[in-house]
């Protein structure tokens, strides 16, 4: 026992040197691609094994996007579990944390109460109709948050509870490593989702910035890279990072041309509660109709147009690719930063060639806070139908004082007729 308590007393004064190793993760590659690439050089071959994986990623993707809003939820959540997942993993292993009492338990169980909070807020907010008509449902949301106070104090409770003696500190760290990760997975997580009610275009767009920077970066490194870009990231360079940047630019505006012309990607995602089905119907706003816009007068001699139609969404599009491409790249930084301090190559071996899930969504939770704060920033609006949807929750007497008011002050900026009154 004293033995581990000075081992516990050092572990804040350990040097990156002094981490322990993880374990290296094993090989998930397929046997057929080991056979069919066993003749290449172990950068071409991992060139290939990227490039087929990414390939069939992507397919994925796009049939989960026919499929509609609610599997893209669900891809969401499925993809926030399994980051959680990982990072949750790392700290066990590192930490040699697997017989502490309760913890691994607990950890999930914070999970299911912030999703719990979260996902509820956002049944409230979109689906206020539906709860309308269900007394049980009216419950939870009533006292939604205070139920999931309960929840987390009960957890809080029982991590007090399971405290013990000469792992005091083991378990606060682990403590600690659980909330941030909760921070980075779930709260980031519920923005992606937040971004989707607003239209999938605010979803499609970002997120396909973020691959089509990953992938173009690592085309122009690996045929071009010469000039290391930051030390995190050896295998990262200049002529990587400014070839994707541009690649970037160019995809996310002709993109956002494609999808701004349809009702599909462009509405605000809504649920019918007569049919129990979201819907993507609308008259598109201002931002997905075509206008002419002038060429300023230095790119009309190299373009030779005066004019241009464009929608003003790929306006937008290029603060979202801008993002993407300069400040995205950040999130994977921090993750470098991350596993060289874990001592680890990647979160996982889930994909082949790619290493864990959160290997590659290490940006898009960066992009999404940023999607998130510039819509709210720079694009939305006041909301009848979310506003109506909340007046309809109230009760008749509320209604009619919401009436009587509202009455009142169209009256006096003279939008009704005084003969109306009464």
Not at 95 to 111: A, G, N, Q, T
Not at 175 to 195: D, P, R, Y
Not at 340 to 363: N, S, V
Request: charged share 15%.
């Amino acid at each position: 026992e004293v033995d581990l308590e000075e081992r516990l007393h050092e572990l804040d004064l350990r040097s990156d040197s002094d981490i322990p190793d993880v374990p290296p993760p094993t090989d998930s590659t397929p046997e057929i691609l080991k056979k069919a690439l066993s003749g290449l050089s172990a950068r071409w071959k991992n060139w290939w094994i990227r490039g087929i994986l990414s390939l069939a990623m992507i397919s994925g993707f796009f049939l989960i996007i026919y499929l509609g809003s609610f599997m893209l939820m669900l891809l969401v959540l499925s993809i926030q579990v399994k980051c959680y997942h990982e990072i949750i993993t790392i700290g066990y292993r590192v930490y040699h944390s697997y017989d502490l009492p309760w913890f691994r338990s607990l950890s999930w169980y914070f999970l299911l109460c912030v999703n719990y909070f979260f996902y509820g807020e956002t049944v409230a907010d979109y689906f206020a109709t539906f709860v309308q008509r269900r007394e049980q449902l009216q419950f939870l949301i009533r006292y939604h948050r205070f139920i999931s106070f309960a929840l987390y104090l009960t957890g809080f409770c029982m991590f007090v509870l399971s405290l013990v003696k000469k792992h005091y500190r083991l378990q606060f760290y682990m403590f600690a490593w659980t909330h941030v990760t909760l921070l980075i997975t779930v709260t980031q997580s519920h923005l992606v989702i937040q971004n989707l009610f607003e239209g999938m275009i605010w979803f499609l767009v970002p997120i396909s910035s973020v691959i089509c920077n990953d992938i173009t970066a690592y085309i122009f490194g690996f045929f071009f890279g010469r000039t290391p870009l930051i030390k995190l990231s050896p295998k990262k360079t200049w002529e990587g990072f400014i070839g994707g940047f541009f690649s970037t630019v160019v995809f996310g505006f002709i993109f956002s041309y494609f999808l701004a012309q349809h009702q599909y990607f462009v509405c605000p995602v809504e649920y019918n509660s007569e049919t129990n089905r979201f819907v993507t119907e609308c008259e598109p706003s201002e931002l997905f109709q075509m206008k002419k816009y002038s060429v300023p007068p230095l790119l009309q001699a190299v373009l030779g147009w005066e004019t241009v139609n464009m929608y003003p969404f790929q306006m937008h599009s290029f603060a979202l690719s801008t993002f993407a491409s300069l400040i995205g790249p950040f999130g994977g930084f921090f993750a470098s930063g991350f596993k060289r301090a874990f001592k680890i190559k990647d979160f996982a071996d889930t994909i082949p060639g790619h290493g864990g899930i959160m290997d590659r969504f290490d940006c898009q939770y960066l992009m999404a806070t940023f999607v998130h704060v510039y819509i709210t920033s720079f694009i939305r609006g006041p909301n009848p139908s979310k506003l109506l949807k909340q007046l309809l929750i109230l009760q008749p007497e509320q209604q009619l004082s919401v009436y009587k008011t509202l009455k009142s002050h169209l009256v006096e900026k003279g939008i009704l007729q005084p003969s109306l009154r009464g």
